[in-house]
């Protein structure tokens, strides 16, 4: 833990000057308190960093949480070993996960599996209790439950320390999180300068708690977390399932882990009651609390379990963090790095992940040592197949 002033404690022992600089000044808004805590993952993000926990009193910055609402990770530990799937080709079982799952932006995507209909009704009813149409925000929310996404998002298959097999993946609120997020924000930097508020940065506009536009927000933020919850126990449900016809036998599940890693809830921290804590690109970690740590591509994830960290409010970090940009590592690495980093593990081979290569992000063995005072690792978990949306 590094405390650089008053507002704003940092555990990440890499950290570019200009991620440190966003930093600051996302702290010294005014109604941050006790301070911004800075995970040890941080980088450049869209107005505040990705990879940090921001706690305010009485407002709310839409940008601070993210534009993939409810962007998260889940894991479940199966009862199957490492014997179950020695000596059989793992290209069929991805394949076959790839079919269940819609990949990448899920445009292609133009129905509602079966599976995914009672969660879309409870969406349904979510949303009318809450007064608000996401229809308005993305027409086709229903038929993106269900589907991966592309970018960083992935499905993996695992195996511990123990050899046990886990089914791993990432992914959020898709097309509907996004159009909220931005509606939003575009709403925010309108009451900016209607009201003559000048900020720091112009991605760090807020709502004032108390205000229509205030509620309306958390309205459907809330439901936008929710929606990437079930998005996940939808997609986990068929990685499961396509599984067990892999190896002829139905999961049985010994743990089951959902939590997200861009988000806002109201807690409690330092005497305050309700502050508003945001956390982006970060995982709530509360004493005993689970949470899923992930790698990059190629490398190891984590299982992990909260300390309580008050000073770090109770948070940790959602995974390596990008040391390079995505066009950065499309100039920087090659197809046979790529390869190289991959090998041994079950996936489609194409340079469209090129972006993705381990390389391009932190070092997870570094983040998890920075974190040392904020989780305990229960699991440690290694690639065997890995899918990502292009």
């Not at 994830?301 to 950065?328: C, D, I, M, T």
Request: contains cysteine.
């Amino acid at each position: 833990m590094h405390q650089i002033n008053t507002k704003l404690i940092n555990w990440a022992s890499v950290l570019e000057d200009k991620t440190r600089e966003q930093a600051l000044r996302t702290s010294t808004m005014p109604f941050v308190f006790p301070h911004l805590a800075l995970m040890p993952d941080a980088h450049l993000g869209l107005g505040a960093t990705v990879g940090s926990v921001i706690p305010t009193e009485r407002a709310v910055m839409p940008a601070a949480v993210g534009v993939d609402i409810g962007c998260g990770m889940i894991a479940v530990r199966t009862q199957f070993t490492r014997d179950d799937l020695d000596g059989k080709s793992l290209t069929p079982l991805r394949e076959s996960i790839e079919r269940a799952i819609p990949l990448s932006a899920g445009a292609a995507n133009r129905k509602i599996v079966a599976t995914a209909q009672p969660r879309i009704g409870e969406l349904e009813a979510m949303a009318t209790k809450a007064g608000f149409d996401p229809d308005q925000r993305a027409g086709r929310w229903r038929e993106q439950l269900g589907t991966l996404g592309s970018g960083n998002h992935f499905i993996e298959l695992s195996l511990d320390e123990q050899d046990g097999v886990w089914a791993f993946l990432h992914s959020g609120s898709r097309g509907v999180g996004n159009k909220i997020a931005q509606h939003h924000i575009a709403i925010a930097r309108t009451l900016m300068d209607r009201h003559w508020i000048q900020l720091p940065d112009r991605d760090l506009a807020y709502l004032v708690e108390g205000t229509d536009e205030f509620w309306a927000y958390i309205r459907e933020l809330r439901w936008a977390q929710h929606y990437a919850l079930l998005n996940r126990e939808e997609m986990m449900d068929r990685v499961l399932r396509q599984l067990g016809e892999f190896l002829g036998t139905d999961v049985q599940e010994h743990e089951r882990v959902n939590c997200h890693h861009n988000f806002t809830q109201q807690e409690d921290h330092w005497g305050k009651k309700g502050l508003w804590v945001s956390r982006k690109g970060a995982i709530e970690a509360r004493e005993g609390q689970p949470g899923l740590i992930p790698g990059s591509m190629g490398t190891r994830s984590y299982v992990v379990e909260g300390l309580g960290n008050k000073v770090a409010l109770n948070s940790a970090p959602h995974g390596a963090g990008r040391q390079f940009s995505r066009s950065a590592a499309r100039k920087r690495f090659t197809h046979d790095e790529l390869r190289a980093a991959m090998a041994g593990i079950e996936f489609r081979d194409t340079d469209a992940f090129l972006d993705e290569i381990p390389a391009a992000y932190k070092d997870i063995d570094q983040v998890m040592a920075d974190a040392a005072d904020l989780v305990t690792v229960r699991h440690t978990l290694r690639q065997v197949v890995n899918v990502k949306g292009e």
